[in-house]
C-alpha cells in the first residue's frame, strides 16, 4: 500500500516537472523572449546592485562639476584627442572646453548631481512602482474576472463596471486623482511615500481591465469541464473550486497579463513625471529625470538619451518576455 502510494506521488511530481519542463523549452525556442529575459534581468541586476557598485548619492551635489558631459563626449573630438581626452579628461577643459570626469561617466546635471546615479535610484522606483502596481492590477482584475466567470448574477454587473472604467479617459482620470489626494496623502505619509501609494493605487485602478476580460473568459470555459462539474457532483462548496480547480487552469494568462502590466505600469508613471505630477523633484525616477532634462536637450542631449533608453529597453524586453509565455504556456503551441 506504501509502496503505490509513493509510486502515485512520484509519477504526479514527474508529470508536473515534464510541463514546467516542456514550458521552459518552449520559451527557449523564443529567441526575442530569451533576449529580452536577459536584457531584463541585466536591467535588474544594475539597479539593485549599482549602489554597492557606483557609491556616489544620487542627491549629492558637485557644485564645481555642474553641467558635466557624459565621458561618450570624448568620441565627439578629433582622432588625435580621443585617447587623451579618455586618459586625462580633466585636460579637455583647458584645451577644448569639453568637461568631462571619470567620476561622473554619465555627466551632471546643472546643480552637479550625478546622473548615473540618478538612473541608478530612477529605476529602482520606476520598477518598485511597475511591480507593485502591476501586482494591484492583477489581483482587482483576476478578482473581477473570477466572481463574473464563476458567478452568473455577478457577470452582468463586473462586466458592465469594467465597461464603465474602460470608457473613462486614463489620462484626466489620473490627474482628477493626484489632485484630490496628492495633498491628504502627502500630509500624512510624507512626500515621497505619499507619491508612492497614490502612483501606485492610481495606475492599479485603472488598469485592472484587461485582465478582468481575459480571466472571465477562461472562467466561462474551464467551469463547463468535466473536472469542474465531477467535483460540483461530489458537494465541493465553491470557495474550494476556485481554488484548486479553476484558479490553477487560468495561471497561463494571469502571468503573460503580469509581464505585459509592468511595461504599461512604467510607462504609466514615466508618463506621469514627464508631466510633473507625482514624485518630488529631487526624487528621481526615470519620467522625472527625462521632465527635468527637457530644457538642455540640444546642449546636453545625454541626460535624455539615458533614462529614455532605460525605458525603451526596459518595457522592450518585459513585451518580449510575455510573448514568450504566452507562447509557452498555450498547449496548442507548445508541442510544435
Known sequence: MTDKTVTEQDIAASASRSQWWDVWGQFRTHRGAMIGAFVFLLIVF????????????????????????????CFSQDWGMIWTCLSD??????????????????GTD???????????????VSLAVGVTAMLLALFVGT?????AGFFKKLDGILM????????????????????????????????EMGAFILMVSAIGI????????????????????????????????????????????????????????IANAIITESALSFLGLGFPPDFPTWGRLL????????????????PGLAISLTV?????????????????????
Open 46 to 73: 544594475g539597479i539593485v546592485l549599482g549602489p554597492w557598485l557606483w557609491s556616489t548619492d544620487a542627491t549629492y551635489i558637485d557644485i564645481r562639476a555642474k553641467n558635466a558631459r557624459a565621458i561618450t563626449s
Open 89 to 106: 579628461p580633466t585636460s579637455m577643459k583647458a584645451e577644448t572646453g569639453l568637461k568631462v570626469y571619470w567620476s561622473h561617466p554619465l
Open 110 to 124: 546643472q546643480l552637479g548631481r550625478d546622473n548615473l546615479a540618478r538612473v541608478i535610484k530612477g529605476g529602482q
Open 143 to 147: 478578482l473581477v474576472g473570477v466572481m
Open 160 to 191: 458592465r463596471l469594467t465597461d464603465l472604467f474602460l470608457a473613462l479617459p486614463l489620462l484626466p482620470l489620473l490627474l482628477v486623482m493626484f489632485m484630490l489626494f496628492r495633498d491628504a496623502l502627502n500630509s500624512s505619509f510624507g512626500p
Open 206 to 261: 485603472t488598469s485592472w481591465m484587461p485582465t478582468a476580460r481575459i480571466v472571465r473568459g477562461d472562467v466561462l470555459a474551464i467551469k463547463e469541464r468535466e473536472f469542474v462539474l465531477a467535483a460540483r457532483s461530489i458537494g465541493t462548496n465553491n470557495s474550494k473550486m476556485i481554488m484548486r480547480h479553476v484558479l490553477p487552469n487560468v495561471m497561463s494568462p494571469i502571468m503573460v497579463s503580469a509581464t505585459l502590466g
Open 291 to 306: 521632465y527635468d532634462s527637457t530644457d538642455f536637450l540640444v546642449s546636453y542631449p545625454e541626460r535624455v538619451i539615458y
Open 316 to 336: 522592450l524586453s518585459v513585451n518580449y518576455i510575455g510573448d514568450g509565455l504566452r507562447d509557452a504556456l498555450d498547449p496548442r503551441i507548445r508541442g510544435r
